[in-house]
């Protein structure tokens, strides 16, 4: 029977990274503005006595390769790491279908993949005909998607939706169409994963979009809807800022970097 006050260990597992500059991240963009400001690439894992459900599923060493990414590990092989094996997983929320995020569909058995409606619409159809809406996809990782969808293997979503007992989907849209985010129940609260509705802290912080955007209004209304779905702004996980793996304890015996959300903050 389910829990309805079921909550989830959280964890940020981090896979790949890549060097940036502050001013590759903000719209308005100030050019005079070399600071470093790297980016790292997580999946997400949800685990209680009930289940365990993951959040976006990375990418491999091909797209790594092609994008000139640092892979550290593979996302799915890390799940180990904290006692998940791939078949173990029933449910992938897919938060968009960019390429760090909709990679290794392939290498979970049991999954099903949960999605919102407007991500498909925006990734298979006439947006698709422009190359710079098209660069963050990639074909065969849409594609896959779209097998399992023959194969009754993928959920859909039109809008905020429940998945299971203490976590539920957030529309977002902003970056891409389909955006979601997940909010999940944790002994501290409600912890948001924001995914790329932000992908910095800075970004919901100070009000200042990323580049990669398919709606502005939406993207800069989504950070006030993850600040307003959390339990407090400790309480939002951005989708790809480093700082996560300094702000939050380890999980000891990992030296790439897993951060345990479902803990509060270290002290400054």
């Known amino acids: 029977m389910d829990n309805p006050n079921e909550t989830y260990e959280v964890y940020a597992i981090r896979y790949a990274s890549m060097p940036r500059l502050r001013r590759d991240n903000f719209v308005p963009a100030d050019p005079h503005d070399d600071a470093s400001m790297p980016m790292d ?27 000139d990414r640092r892979l550290l590990r593979c996302p799915i092989e890390a799940l180990a790491t904290v006692g998940v094996q791939p078949g173990d997983v029933a449910d992938v929320v897919i938060t968009h279908l960019h390429y760090d ?58 809008g905020d939706s429940p998945l299971a007992p203490g976590v539920q989907l957030m529309l977002m849209g902003g970056h891409t169409k389909g955006l979601q985010s997940v909010r999940v129940r944790t002994q501290r609260g409600w912890v948001v994963i924001a995914s790329d509705a932000s992908h910095y802290y800075d970004n919901m912080m100070e009000g200042r979009a990323f580049p990669i955007v398919y709606s502005m209004a ?22 790809h800022d480093p ?14 970097g897993i951060a345990l959300l479902h803990l509060p903050p270290k002290s400054p």
């Open 41 to 67: 690439f997580y999946v997400w894992l949800l685990k209680s006595p009930q289940r365990t459900i993951l959040i976006d599923t990375g990418f491999g060493k091909e797209m790594a390769a092609r994008r």
């Open 101 to 158: 995020h909709a990679g290794n569909l392939g290498k979970l058995p049991n999954a099903r993949f949960h999605i919102q409606d407007g991500e498909v619409d925006y990734a298979t159809g006439r947006c698709m005909c422009h190359k710079p809406m098209r660069h963050a996809y990639a074909v065969e990782d849409v594609v896959q998607l779209i097998q399992h969808v023959y194969s009754d293997r993928v959920v859909f979503h039109q």
């Open 218 to 239: 939406d993207m800069l209304a989504g950070h006030r809807r993850l600040l307003a779905a959390a339990d407090s702004p400790d309480h939002v996980v951005p989708g």
């Open 243 to 256: 700082q996560v793996l300094q702000r939050y304890p380890l999980l000891e015996g990992d030296s790439t």
